[in-house]
């Protein structure tokens, strides 16, 4: 049985407001500002001597969890142009050619996870050159200090690492684009904060559902089991991400995809047990003549007796701007997605898109990071949860005493 998503509750900033106990929609509008603080924070820090202010032979990044996106996001924007490989590490042993050439960066939002912990204070015994972002009063901060490193405080009122995204990113990218690896400066930060921004006005709580493309999203992935789909790299990262928000922000399974690696393997489940094609399918092999067409169910079905209808496949399509002049490159993904979609439609699957709207990468990236993590957020929020807390989570780290 589908979930039911209560738009009246979504609609209501009172009742938001009774269940959002973190205020996880308040901290996601702050993402705009979280930028603009992250570059002042920055400069502070001393952004600047990262690695001496030479470049590194080679940078590896340690982030998991909430913020393991930060990782993901570097990687994809210094892939094309960096003059040194960067490369991601979720959790010990640091890699053995990690040496005094290279940077390590180490960003977690308490400064207390596990893993980028274990890796900056190895990176630090091997004489590395150490860039770590995370609450000023933590032990990664205290890593970064003993090793002479670079810290980079995250701000105050940071409560969880899903709605710090900004924070922790901002500063990441900065002393990469100081050290030539990406092409991100200031100017691309502010240009992204004010995008950010942007978003956040239109999703706010006050605007209605009919018209905030958050809210509208959330209704439509409330409706069935979401697989999130890339057109690319760049959207590749955000559908990990929106995949990640769904299931710990609104508690949905989502699986996530990027084209056109994923093309097979995701066209595959049109044939599955969750599209109307598969009923279709299942009464011509049976005989009956009923349901044979995919967007019709069966008039016969009685939710009492047969037992409720099972959930539908929902396609969260994320396509990124068209590139201007139009590339042979460009021009040939816009025919995957048009004939995955198509493909979608015709087999009963419900079909969400996000496009991205012109810009630098970071940019662009910026605004559909934003609307998938509202959209889970009010899908969360619709759905009766509390986006922020969840029990069986929290059982989990009394089993484990993490």
Avoid at 51 to 66: C, D, I, K, N, W
Avoid at 226 to 248: H, I
Avoid at 261 to 266: P, R, T
Avoid at 293 to 315: C, K, V
Wanted: hydrophobic share 45%.
């Amino acid at each position: 049985m589908a979930p039911y998503l209560d738009e009246a509750r979504i609609d209501n900033e009172d009742a938001i407001a009774a269940l959002d106990s973190h205020q996880t929609l308040r901290g996601l509008a702050t993402a705009g500002a979280q930028v603009r603080e992250a570059i002042d924070l920055s400069r502070e820090g001393g952004v600047g001597r990262v690695a001496g202010g030479e470049r590194p032979r080679s940078v590896l990044v340690a982030s998991l969890g909430g913020s393991a996106v930060v990782s993901d996001i570097l990687d994809l924007l210094a892939e094309p142009g960096s003059p040194v490989p960067v490369s991601v590490r979720r959790n010990v042993p640091l890699p053995g050619w990690v040496g005094p050439l290279d940077l390590v960066i180490a960003v977690s939002q308490s400064g207390r996870a596990a893993g980028p912990l274990a890796l900056a204070a190895e990176a630090a015994r091997r004489g590395a050159s150490l860039l770590t972002v995370s609450a000023s009063d933590s032990p990664l901060a205290d890593v970064a200090a003993q090793a002479r490193g670079v810290h980079i405080d995250i701000g105050r009122g940071r409560r969880t690492s899903r709605t710090a995204l900004w924070s922790l990113l901002a500063p990441v990218l900065l002393a990469a684009g100081e050290l030539g690896i990406v092409d991100v400066g200031e100017r691309v930060l502010l240009d992204t904060a004010d995008r950010l921004d942007e978003v956040a006005e239109a999703c706010r709580p006050s605007s209605e559902s009919f018209v905030n493309p958050a809210k509208v999203l959330a209704t439509d992935l409330a409706e069935g089991v979401p697989v999130v789909l890339g057109d690319g790299p760049l959207n590749g990262v955000a559908a990990g991400r929106a995949a990640s928000m769904l299931a710990r922000t609104a508690r949905l399974p989502a699986i996530s995809g990027e084209l056109p690696d994923d093309a097979a393997q995701i066209v595959a489940c049109f044939d599955g047990p969750f599209t109307t094609a598969y009923g279709a399918a299942a009464a011509a092999r049976s005989g009956s003549g009923f349901g044979s067409r995919s967007d019709q169910a069966d008039i016969f079905t009685d939710p009492f007796l047969d037992g409720p209808a099972s959930p539908r496949l929902g396609l969260l399509m994320l396509r990124d701007a068209a590139p201007e002049p139009p590339t042979r490159e460009g021009v040939e993904s816009a025919a995957l997605v048009d004939a995955v979609v198509e493909a979608a439609r015709e087999a009963g699957v419900r079909v969400s898109e996000v496009t991205a709207q012109a810009g630098h990468p970071l940019t662009r990236l910026a605004g559909q990071l934003a609307t998938t993590d509202f959209a889970a957020t009010y899908l969360a929020l619709g759905l009766g949860l509390d986006p922020a807390v969840s029990p069986h989570v929290t059982d989990l780290r009394h089993r484990t005493g993490r």
